[in-house]
Nanobody, 114 residues
């Protein structure tokens, strides 16, 4: 059983930066494909960025050039560096792990507002 714990959310002004971190407990982290999703009020959950066990990275078009996903298999963490934040990036951000089965974190709130 994999448990995911997100941290790093908060309130930031437009144009600012935040770094989200997700720590995985249990399982074999290096085997997991990892991803960040987000869900804004009254919207469906959507993929933000993903990094596979082989370090192949994909980004949603709306974050390309602004967000960077990375993983550290020695620390069992996956991070999301978010730069040039916009009000439309406001959402709850969720960490996701996938290897045979899927696990989700509890989510961390990111609010971009002046």
């Amino acid at each position: 059983q994999v448990r995911l714990e997100e941290s790093g959310g908060g309130l930031v002004q437009p144009g600012g930066s935040l770094r989200l971190s997700c720590t995985s407990v249990g399982g074999f982290f290096s085997r997991n494909d990892m991803a960040w999703y987000r869900q804004a009020p009254d919207k469906e959950r959507e993929l933000v960025a993903a990094i596979t066990s082989g370090f192949i990275i994909n980004y949603a078009d709306f974050v390309k050039g602004r967000f960077t996903i990375s993983r550290n298999n020695a620390k069992n963490t996956v991070d999301l560096q978010m730069n040039s934040l916009k009000p439309e990036d406001t959402a709850v951000y969720y960490c996701n792990a996938h290897f045979l089965s899927e696990s989700w974190g509890q989510g961390t709130q990111v609010t971009v507002s002046s």
